[in-house]
């Protein structure tokens, strides 16, 4: 069993940069790959990032590579996700989630075991 709790949302400008936080209870984190997920109003959810439970390999969606930055510090029991150069296009509840011994590679959220509740970041223009 792993609970997962977001934090780091908030309101931003447009080029403006957040850091989210994913912090896990459970001593079996670093068996975990973490991925970041994102749902806006009225859309489904969609993968961001994700990180293996490695720490090597990491794999983004194409509208935030070159802007987001997925890390792990399992020492610390906790994931990030450094979001630079925001857009408005980016507003959204964003969830991370894990999957047992993942690779980081995987994009549908059926593959993902455990979800935290989400942390609200809304960019405006």
């Known amino acids: 069993q792993v609970h997962l709790v977001e934090s780091g949302g908030g309101l931003v400008q447009a080029g403006g940069s957040l850091r989210l936080s994913c912090a896990a209870s459970?001593?079996?984190?670093?068996?975990?790959?973490i991925a970041w997920f994102r749902q806006a109003l009225g859309k489904e959810r969609e993968f961001v990032a994700a990180?293996?439970?490695?720490?090597?390999?990491?794999y983004y969606a194409d509208s935030v590579k070159g802007r987001f930055t997925i890390s792990r510090d399992n020492a610390k029991n906790t994931a990030l996700l450094q979001m630079n150069s925001l857009k408005p296009e980016d507003t959204a509840v964003y969830y991370c989630?894990?999957?047992?011994?993942?690779?980081?590679?995987?994009?549908?959220?059926?593959?993902?075991?455990?979800w935290g509740q989400g942390t609200q970041v809304t960019v405006s223009s």
């Open positions: 989630a894990t999957e047992a011994y993942g690779l980081g590679t995987d994009v549908l959220s059926s593959e993902y075991d455990y």
């Open positions: 459970g001593r079996t984190f670093s068996t975990y790959a």
């Open positions: 990180i293996s439970w490695t720490g090597r390999s990491t």
